[in-house]
């Protein structure tokens, strides 16, 4: 079973590219549970989920605050098609606020490379998301009430790069979408905004506004994307002039 940390702890490496934490115990590679006056601190690491045939995070961060930096989350397996069977190479759970920077999100199978859920909050700065070859639907995922903020970070190969749903609010700026399904996607009463990204060679839309969603787009440049902006079911975008088709 995963290994639980119920304490403040820091677990800092030599560097993403020089110190790993390797499992195939079931469920997770390390999960933390703790209160929101508790933090958890994991720089300089890559940590790697590596048995096949279950479902599985790679960590899990579940009501303390926390800090990742300069680290790589790669393995976790989403194996059925429901919001809830959805797992995460980082996930965010239990009210849990905190900040990822510098850090690099790959071959996390079907589900998403951050999952934020359950009124968690989270600031992603100057990180990467990749799909994995076999498909990863989410580049980050908001569910459930979560807070996201996104600046400076890079999206690519995804079913979606940021994905939005259940009334959580999430922004999106100065970041690249390239060659996902959608960039980013609002639905079921979420909302935010998508400020000064380029989106390029997004095979149906940069960006999508579902089910009564609010979002407002300025500043973006659109590239050879089949649809740019792709509104449906009562959704509400304020479209500024500033945006370069």
């Known amino acids: 079973s995963c290994v639980t940390v119920d304490k403040p702890l820091t677990i800092r490496g030599a560097g993403r590219d020089k110190t790993m934490i390797l ?132 999206f690519a190969n995804l079913s979606v790069g940021v994905f939005a749903m259940d009334q959580s609010v999430v922004i999106v700026e100065s970041s690249t979408a390239i060659l996902n399904i959608f960039g980013v996607a609002f639905v079921d009463e979420s909302s935010g905004k998508v400020t000064k990204n380029y989106f390029v060679d997004n095979k149906i839309a940069a960006v999508s506004g579902i089910d009564s969603s609010v979002v407002t787009i300025s500043g973006n440049i659109f590239g050879q994307n089949q649809y740019g902006v792709d509104i449906h079911h009562f959704a509400e975008v304020e479209l500024w002039e500033d945006n370069i088709f």
Request: aromatic share 10%; hydrophobic share 40%.
């Open 23 to 154: 499992s195939s115990a079931g469920g997770c590679v390390l999960q933390f549970e703790g209160e929101a006056t508790e933090s958890v601190t994991l720089e300089g690491l890559t940590l790697q989920y590596s048995r096949y045939g279950e479902p599985s995070d790679v960590v899990l961060i579940r009501g303390m605050k926390f800090l990742v930096n300069d680290s790589h989350f790669l393995g976790s397996r989403t194996l059925g098609n429901t919001r809830e069977d959805v797992r995460g190479g980082l996930r965010i759970s239990g009210g849990a606020t905190g900040e990822v920077r510098e850090s690099f999100f790959d071959s996390n199978f079907w589900g998403a490379n951050i999952l934020v859920e359950d009124e968690s909050s989270l600031v992603v700065t100057d990180s990467w998301f990749v799909g994995a070859i076999t498909g990863t639907r989410f580049g980050i995922a908001a569910f459930d009430v979560a807070n996201v903020d996104v600046v400076n970070s890079y």
